[in-house]
């Protein structure tokens, strides 16, 4: 049917991150397991990753601006 096509045609973008059932387990790195020379990078994922975009502003304006990226920690460690 249209759904099994639409499945199989996704397959090869899919296979590349987790599967909706690995995404279940993949957590954040608690800091007491954090190794700051392991690059983490994994060939099946088994932690989340994710962004931070830190602003300051005053009055309106943009003062400083940053971008963590590519994260592994648990969020409490920022």
Do not use: C
């Not at 973008?13 to 599967?19: D, I, K, Q, V, Y």
């Not at 007491?32 to 060939?43: L, M, T």
């Not at 309106?60 to 971008?67: E, G, L, Q, Y």
Request: no cysteine; aromatic share 8%; proline share 6%.
């Amino acid at each position: 049917g249209a759904m099994s096509e639409m499945t199989h045609g996704g397959a090869a973008e899919a296979s590349r991150g987790p599967t909706p059932l690995d995404s279940s387990r993949l957590r954040f790195l608690p800091l007491a397991e954090w190794d700051e020379h392991n690059s983490y990078e994994e060939e099946a994922p088994s932690r989340l990753r994710y962004s931070i975009e830190w602003k300051v502003v005053v009055n309106n304006r943009v003062v400083a601006k940053d971008t963590e990226q590519d994260l592994v920690l648990i969020p409490a460690a920022y």
